[in-house]
């Protein structure tokens, strides 16, 4: 039996503050790219350790998603979040999505258990509560929103990840708390599959930074179509996206992985969270700045 190389890069959003230390959300990116290592080693699949890393990021409030998302203009809490599985490009999205713990698992619920990709607003809330999502009591304390230290809530911070495992399978997922002070009912790049999120059987990519430019630009399938039609690797296909991006007006940082292994998480925007495990297993966390 042969075994595929496995890999995986997560993010913890573009946008870095230099006054801001940020040792907490590196020690905590590289104990999930251990743990997503160990797991994509033991045969995990990608799709499962790609969840399992995102509901844990979602729930740390080291970031501006899950736990950590900061309200819109009115005060509410609308989050949202997309995975998808390469081999069969199955992909399930919540957005603008209410009262619940761990978006990443609506959007999850979506995919397995409904014929749909994307729900919103108020029918995904009701569909995540009849499939028993965890749900938020209390907003008004639950929620953290990661702050910068004179306490002004952080602007961007998206969380994503993908990963490819022993069988060969890439998958990808994005999850966030939307941009701040956005309008009630915005949704952002990360539920649209093809903007933020992607994965097919040639690469996985995750996307993070100002939603519209990422949307108008169709980033993640960009990178998908120029590593299929170009031949590109991940890393130039992923440049590339973030020029056109840039050219629109707009930065940010792209996550991928291709289905050989190679990994690549360049950026645009002052600076990237994020953590990678190479084919090789060494580990690199940090958080670039520009
Ligand atoms: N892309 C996200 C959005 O526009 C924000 C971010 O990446 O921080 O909703």
């Known amino acids: 039996m042969t075994t595929s190389p496995t890999a995986l890069v997560l993010h913890g959003g573009a946008g870095v503050l230099a006054r801001k230390s940020y040792d907490r959300e590196i020690d905590h990116m590289r104990s999930l790219a251990e743990r997503g290592k160990t797991q994509l080693r033991d045969g995990m699949p990608a799709l499962d350790v790609v969840s399992d890393i995102i509901r844990a990021l979602e729930a740390s409030g080291l970031y501006v998603a899950g736990k950590g998302s900061s309200p819109n203009t009115e005060g509410r809490y609308e989050l949202d979040a997309a995975i998808m599985d390469g081999p069969t490009r ?4 919540v957005a603008a999505l209410e009262g619940f713990v761990s978006p990443i698992d609506a959007a999850r619920m979506v995919m397995d258990e409904t014929p749909h990709v994307l729900v919103a607003a108020e029918g995904a809330a009701r569909l995540a509560a009849r499939h028993g999502l965890k749900a938020v009591k209390d907003p008004d304390t639950y929620y953290k929103p990661a702050a ?3 306490g002004r809530a952080i602007a961007t911070g998206t969380v994503g990840c993908v990963a490819l495992d022993t069988e060969g399978r890439l998958a990808a997922g994005t999850s966030t708390g939307g941009t701040l002070h956005k ?8 539920p649209l599959i093809g903007s933020g999120t992607w994965a097919d059987v040639q690469v996985a990519v995750s996307c993070t930074g100002q939603g ?3 949307i108008r630009s169709l980033a993640a399938g960009t990178v998908a179509a120029r590593i299929r039609y170009l031949h590109e690797s991940p890393d130039e296909a992923a440049r590339y996206a ?16 291709g289905a050989d292994g190679r990994i690549a998480f360049p950026y645009n925007s ?6 990678a495990v190479f084919t090789d297993g060494h580990i690199e966390a940090g958080v670039t700045t520009a």
């Open 242 to 257: 973030l020029k056109d991006v840039k050219r629109l007006g707009g930065d940010g940082g792209i996550i991928a992985v």
């Open 183 to 190: 309008t009630p009912g915005r949704v952002g790049d990360c």
């Open 212 to 214: 519209e430019y990422f």
């Open 148 to 150: 910068v230290p004179d």
């Open 270 to 275: 002052q600076g990237m969270k994020y953590a």
């Open 90 to 93: 199955r992909a399930g999205a």
